[in-house]
């Protein structure tokens, strides 16, 4: 029986955790931190993802961030499985790195995203690693107190708006709130033996579980890729907007963007979640790295390029509206909630 899905709506916020199989290390050395976080940076490009947090332990880490494109599931999947790819080939090793899927806890977007970023700057200090947070490497506490460019993929500046809607001199109202001692509700949340799927007031769990929960009993709920068009309808429906051939989107020139290819493979990675050696393979793409490339540089034409933005969403409508006429009516009403989880991308 499949799993069921987790809850994603554009906007959504999370508190994602995971940790190493029998607790074993998942860093060994200075350079797999940095391999981590490099992929983290990668994922939020490519994935359109903001993060707002993040603290590396020697077997376990946590992450706050935010989806736009509801699209937590595929983000996580990729940044954990590349990581243990990218682990495993660095060290000679093979298998699970992770104990299993992640853990994520949906957060309330108010206070309660400002309490769990510092729990999360916290955790070297409540391990014995440190006694400042400003003295632990593997956390993004040292981001939120620079200035360098480096740490501007940060999603900081939304959690400083939390503290004080002044730009100037933003960061001592940020010290002082980081050096109090965590709240009773953080405190209560991270005790449980069995954590909870949310963290806010409970007029926002409340919310949620009307808004997304389906009752078992009216249909089982199927993984989000078996409800997804095939890659033959994604790839025929850009064919069909851009009035090309599928052998059109092979030609690679370079210095030649190929729009029609390009957002090809990148509408099959946001819908599909198919994996980048797939994408490469349809296109003739030798390198896993060239795929990776397009992803991202789609995600940020998306961002800033208003055309781009609007052919998306015209080919998603297409695959959509075509998506919805060949599903039972079960499968529809699945379709219909989890529409959004597309139709912002």
């Excluded at 003739?284 to 795929?291: E, F, G, L």
Aim: with cysteine.
């Amino acid at each position: 029986m499949s799993r069921p899905l987790r809850i994603e709506y554009p906007g959504a916020w999370y508190h994602v955790m995971n940790r190493g199989r029998w607790s074993e290390s998942i860093f060994s050395d200075k350079h797999d931190y940095l391999m981590f976080i490099d992929l983290l940076f990668e994922v939020s490009e490519m994935c359109n993802v903001n993060v707002a947090a993040y603290c590396l332990m020697t077997n376990h880490y946590h992450i706050l961030l935010q989806t736009p494109d509801a699209n937590i599931s595929r983000c996580m999947r990729h940044l954990n499985s590349v990581y243990t790819q990218r682990y495993n080939r660095r060290h000679g090793f093979d298998g699970q790195l992770f104990r299993g899927r992640y853990k994520s806890i949906l957060v309330c977007n108010d206070s309660h995203l400002l309490q769990l970023v510092r729990y999360i700057h916290k955790n070297p200090v409540k391990a014995g690693l440190v006694k400042d947070i400003t003295d632990y490497e593997w956390s993004s506490h040292k981001g939120y107190l620079s200035y360098a460019k480096k740490w501007n993929w940060l999603y900081k500046d939304y959690i400083f708006s939390m503290i004080t809607p002044k730009k100037q001199g933003r960061l001592k109202p940020f010290i002082d709130f980081m050096q109090k001692d965590d709240s009773e509700e953080v405190i209560r949340l991270f005790s449980l033996k069995k954590l909870t799927s949310f963290f806010g007031p409970e007029s926002f769990i409340t919310g949620i579980k009307e808004k997304y929960y389906f009752k078992k009993k009216s249909c089982e709920v199927p993984e989000s890729k078996s409800l997804a068009p095939t890659s033959d309808t994604i790839i025929s429906s850009v064919c069909e907007h851009y009035g090309v051939s599928f052998n059109e989107l092979l030609i690679t020139k370079r210095g030649i963007f190929n729009e029609p290819r390009n957002i090809a493979v990148y509408l099959l990675r946001q819908i599909r979640g198919e994996n980048l050696n797939n994408i490469g393979e349809l296109f003739n793409i030798k390198a896993y790295s060239t795929v990776s490339s397009i992803l991202r540089r789609v995600s940020r034409l998306k961002k800033y390029d208003r055309k781009i933005k609007s052919q998306i969403g015209k080919i998603q409508d297409s695959i959509n509206k075509g998506q919805r006429q060949t599903l039972s009516p079960c499968e529809g009403l699945i379709l219909l909630a989890l529409k959004m989880i597309v139709s912002s991308r």
